[in-house]
């Protein structure tokens, strides 16, 4: 921690899973961050974790407040470009969960708002920093598969039943799947391969019942890799999450980043071990460097969910370029939107 760090006062706009888990132990444990104000409408939960937490009734009373900087809109999926766009409004730095918005268009009206006001707008993609998704970024550009051909990536659940009383299993709001999970793995492959010329999917509900899209595969096209991107919530038995295959090798990566686990059991960054897998989830690479055969699991970096915030307060006070550009979360929604006009009209969608 940088305690000589001048302290961005911050605002949490709900108190849910989100707020609980990732948010607030994130920027409480950074001294960079003074977590001021969270709005949550009936509750008093973020008093209970923070007793120094002022809790307000109403968004609109985190944004009329001159002292916060920065607002974080972890609400409901659909409530996003609303929250955002007022935020901004009122002259605040804004980090919003993912997915961005529902709709591209959204997504660059918040863009262009940001930019006019000169202020910060930023996507809180977690999993570029799950210490899996590091390894297989460093594999592939050490290029040590060789030519990578194949890019493989999954985000699977087991959950056969409908999730009584949530916002998440009601398509009126606009959810699903796709936008929940999709997001991760579409981001993560645009941090890998930029833009890719176009989108086939296929997605379905295939839970008894379900109102949502709860399983997807995606095929993003670029030139010289085959993208394969999917998510299921009927999988109990996982395969590996990461496959790549190249012109000399292949790694396998199974399991999943720990920080989420840990934050859920009260963990917070910073301890001794944060992020390190056991030894027994390192992924298996196989293949050929310098002209001797390799075949090993080899350590998982370690991953790091407080690099995002850290990010966000360089940007905020020496200007540095942020890490999850908004153009690029824009991107995941665009890809979206392509995915499912692609299953839709069966055929490819180009980008």
Not at 91 to 97: A, G, L, M, S, Y
Not at 232 to 252: C, D, I, K, N, Q
Not at 322 to 340: N, S, T
Request: net charge negative; glycine share 6%.
């Amino acid at each position: 921690m940088n305690s000589s760090c001048n302290p961005v006062k911050t605002a949490l706009a709900s108190f849910g899973m989100s707020g609980l888990v990732f948010h607030g132990p994130l920027l409480h444990t950074d001294q960079c961050f003074e977590l001021s104000k969270v709005w949550e409408r009936t509750k008093n939960e973020s008093v209970k974790k923070y007793p120094d937490i002022q809790i307000v009734r109403h968004f609109d009373e985190l944004c009329i407040d001159e002292s916060i900087e920065l607002i974080i809109v972890n609400t409901p999926d659909h409530t996003h470009y609303d929250l955002c766009k007022k935020a901004l409004e009122y002259n605040k730095h804004v980090v919003v969960e993912k997915p961005f918005t529902q709709k591209y268009s959204e997504a660059i009206e918040l863009i262009e708002l940001a930019e006019k006001k000169n202020l910060l707008l930023s996507v809180f993609q977690n999993r570029r920093w799950d210490g899996d998704f590091l390894t297989v970024k460093r594999i592939v550009e050490e290029k040590m598969l060789g030519r990578l051909v194949s890019y493989e990536a999954h985000f699977d659940r087991y959950r056969n039943f409908i999730q009584p009383d949530t916002w998440k299993e009601d398509n009126q709001t606009g959810t699903g799947t796709l936008y929940n999970l999709g997001s991760h793995l579409i981001d993560q492959a645009i941090v890998l391969f930029g833009k890719p010329d176009g989108v086939t999917a296929d997605i379905r509900n295939l839970r008894s019942n379900s109102s949502i899209d709860d399983t997807f595969e995606l095929w993003l096209h670029y030139p010289q890799v085959r993208v394969s991107l999917s998510a299921s919530y009927l999988v109990r038995e996982p395969g590996p999450r990461y496959a790549l295959h190249g012109t000399e090798g292949s790694f396998l990566k199974w399991g999943i980043d720990p920080q989420e686990e840990e934050l859920k059991k009260g963990a917070v960054p910073g301890i001794k071990g944060w992020g390190e897998e056991s030894e027994s989830d390192f992924g298996l690479l196989h293949t050929t460097l310098n002209g001797k055969d390799i075949k090993e699991r080899i350590p998982t970096i370690p991953g790091d969910y407080s690099a995002f915030y850290a990010n966000i307060y360089r940007a905020i006070r020496h200007g540095e370029k942020l890490a999850v550009d908004p153009g690029e979360a824009a991107m995941v929604i665009k890809i979206i939107e392509a995915a499912f006009l692609s299953h839709n009209e069966k055929r490819r969608v180009e980008i």
